[in-house]
């Protein structure tokens, strides 16, 4: 059985012109090695993380690149398709068990995937965190625009820079309006509460 898989895959390789140098290789072998490659991968992301081209962390973002430098060599025969095609489900299965591991162990997740840094608190800049993630105070102003419709930071009760990336900020919660209307003269006073 072993020996007719591995012939099936010596057959699969020279159809695909995997004997030819990549210079020498038809534009047809090139279209189906991409194609194969291309479902290859897709298979790849869905059975791996979603958070592939997501909302990523630096981890994510890494095992990405990876699988597309790793993918890529089968296509130009840089690299045996089969091997290529192994290391690639290696590399989709390793980022998979150290997720696992990450949600697991509380120790591990900060590791690999970082840790938020405060940048707001109450109202209040931490130059500590937005020198520590190169935020500068206008790249802070455009996030809280973007992120709670806010354009001084004293109107926000926290913001972080989360692990992915992105700047995440909770308003503070703002002191309802009382506004007091006189009816008429000997009439009592409404009052009226705007939120």
């Known amino acids: ?59 994510d973002v890494i095992i990405g690149i990876m699988l597309g430098s790793v993918m890529s060599r089968a296509i130009n025969s ?28 509380d120790w591990l997740g900060p590791l690999l995937k970082g840790n938020p840094v405060l940048l707001i608190r109450n109202g209040e800049l931490h130059q500590d965190g937005l020198r520590k993630s190169g935020i500068s105070e206008g790249d802070l102003e455009q996030a809280l625009r973007l992120q709670a419709q806010e354009t001084d930071p004293s109107g926000i ?19 309802p309006r009382v506004l007091e209307v006189k009816v008429e003269d000997g009439v009592q006073t409404v009052r009226i509460r705007l939120e």
């Open 1 to 59: 059985m072993f020996q007719e898989l591995q012939q099936w895959a010596v057959q699969i390789e020279r159809f695909l012109e995997y004997n030819r140098d990549v210079g020498d290789v038809g534009g047809f072998a090139m279209a189906l090695r991409t194609l194969l490659i291309y479902a290859f991968s897709l298979f790849l992301v869905r059975i791996g993380n979603k958070r592939f081209l997501a909302q990523a962390s630096a981890f």
């Open 78 to 105: 840089s690299a045996p398709l089969f091997p290529t095609l192994g290391a690639g489900l290696v590399l989709v299965g390793l980022h998979w068990s150290l997720n696992r591991l990450s949600y697991h162990l």
């Open 157 to 175: 009760k926290l913001a972080y820079l989360e692990r992915n990336g992105s700047v995440s900020a909770i308003p503070k919660e703002s002191e």
